[in-house]
């Protein structure tokens, strides 16, 4: 069965504090989801935790730029071995180590998906200089399935590469301008998830690869359909 998109959506949430902030959203006919927080903040890096219909994702990529204002991206992952909620509106929670000053999270949802990486996920992060080198993150290993990358940056909108795919992108800014960006891409062996961002402004980026569920198997009692 191959991996296939469902649906997206997002949310923003300016000032964070360190409560939890939830949204309500249907996460269609799936079985694995992603979910990306973005954030900026003018003194330190934060971390952040997710979770959806009250299961708690899994960290699977992060980091933050590390200079100036600090801008970080964490990819979370649908738990291994755990049924996904039916589709219908479940709710999405984030919580903050300590106050942001705006934060972009959201997800992208699945059908087809074994709850497992397919390679080696990539993280990278750029600072604002003239000619700012554009988020690429590289992933390796990819066997057959879809890579999925976001970007945050403090400035305008970042740019896909031509043969990716966006799916979502929001921006908070109320405190200090941040933009997340998500994307999709299929390749085999491998690739990087490339975004344009502008001159001068922080990023981080990551990308997370997964792959479809494996074969089932049925035993008839006198032979196995494969």
Not at 79 to 97: C, R, Y
Request: with cysteine.
């Amino acid at each position: 069965m191959a991996v296939a998109f469902v649906t997206s959506n997002s949310a923003i949430v300016p000032d964070t504090g360190t409560g939890d902030h939830t949204s309500s959203f249907d996460a269609g006919s799936a079985d694995f989801m992603i979910g990306i927080v973005g954030y900026t903040h003018g003194a330190a890096a934060r971390t952040a935790t997710m979770s959806f219909n009250n299961t708690g994702l899994v960290s699977v990529a992060s980091i933050s730029s590390p200079t100036t204002t600090f801008t970080g991206i964490t990819l979370f992952k649908w738990p291994d071995n755990t049924s996904f909620p039916a589709a219908g509106a479940h709710n999405l929670t984030v919580a903050m180590s300590a106050n942001a000053d705006d934060m972009v999270y959201g997800f992208m949802s699945f059908s087809g998906c074994h709850a497992v990486q397919d390679g080696t996920p990539d993280t990278s992060t750029g600072i604002p200089i003239a000619g700012t080198p554009q988020p690429a993150p590289s992933v390796t290993g990819v066997t057959d399935g879809i890579v999925v990358g976001a970007v945050c940056d403090n400035a305008a909108a970042a740019s896909v590469s031509p043969g990716d795919t966006e799916r979502w992108e929001n921006t908070s800014a109320t405190n200090n301008q941040t933009t997340v960006n998500v994307e999709t891409a299929t390749f085999v062996g491998s690739g990087t998830m490339d975004w344009t961002c502008a001159n001068f402004v922080n990023w981080a980026a990551a990308a997370f690869p997964i792959k479809p569920a494996a074969a089932s198997s049925v035993n008839s009692g006198f032979f196995m359909v494969m």
